[in-house]
């Protein structure tokens, strides 16, 4: 077992000692393999969008065996979990008007979950809860993804109204693990369940951005004018690209402290 780690340690050293472009463009190439690799053995690319609604749900699956063994919430964002309702709900009004289909229905499980780990950190747990360290003013997403949604929206023939809301919940599901991500900067100690968590997270931002960039490349482009036209596509893209590189610092020390068979993950500063 200890010659099999040896060489990703110290794979995981030298990156580690990299400057941030360097590892900037190792992320990026890694990505790239990635999704070469997704290219060659999904042969329907839809199925990628579900797989990354199953592993977030999973995610918030870890985050209830949390809740309900352990009988605390240290750790976690309340309003990571609010923003996450917040997305969900409007994505499943939207979902419900505009085109009903099996993520209709993973979307109610997931909001439903959310809304239950909600109840728990606010109500039953409260007294483990971390406000202080849960300091991220949430008005600083909230803002920018109503304006910008307002300015930016699909062009195609629903209504203008459900076309906004649509745009909304797309730039605030890049950005609503950010709560998340300071309440482990501030604490720099992140307990498993809460790793497990958010690594998941990040596993599905990946997927769901993958699903989108193969569509792309399998229809050459025209997935992309069936969205609209002006800045509407290429911000689609953006905001899952978005999504993926916040946490792809996290997903590596996540990593390297699983290789490393520690439970608990300890962040460097400036990791997120």
Request: proline residues 4%; positive net charge; charged residues 15%.
């Amino acid at each position: 077992m200890k010659a099999t780690k040896r060489p990703i340690h110290a794979v995981a050293t030298w990156v580690q000692r990299q400057p941030p472009k360097i590892k900037a463009f190792l992320a990026i190439i890694s990505g790239m393999a990635a999704l070469v690799f997704l290219r060659m053995v999904v042969h329907d690319h839809d199925n990628l969008f579900v797989a990354a609604e199953a592993v977030h749900a999973i995610g918030i699956s870890v985050l209830i065996y949390k809740l309900m063994k352990e009988r605390t919430c240290a750790g976690l964002s309340l309003k990571s979990q609010e923003l996450t309702a917040i997305f969900l709900a409007v994505r499943l009004y939207c979902s419900l008007v505009m085109e009903y289909d099996i993520h209709t229905l993973l979307d109610s499980a997931t909001l439903l979950t959310t809304l239950w780990v909600i109840y728990m950190i606010r109500f039953k747990l409260r007294s483990s809860y971390m406000d202080d360290k849960d300091n991220f003013a949430i008005y600083y997403v909230l803002i920018p993804c109503v304006v910008l949604s307002l300015l930016i929206h699909p062009t195609t023939q629903h209504h203008l109204i459900n076309r906004i809301c649509w745009s909304f919940c797309v730039f605030l599901e890049a950005v609503s693990v950010l709560p998340q991500l300071r309440v482990m900067q501030n604490t720099k100690i992140v307990e498993p369940f809460t790793a497990h968590y958010v690594f998941a997270l990040g596993i599905a931002r990946f997927l769901s951005c993958a699903h989108w960039v193969l569509q792309v490349l399998d229809t050459r482009g025209r997935l992309l004018t069936a969205l609209g036209y002006g800045l509407w596509p290429p911000m689609v893209l953006l905001s899952e690209i978005v999504q993926t590189f916040i946490l792809a610092d996290f997903c590596y020390y996540y990593v390297k402290s699983l290789v490393g068979g520690q439970l608990v993950l300890r962040l460097p500063s400036g990791v997120v």
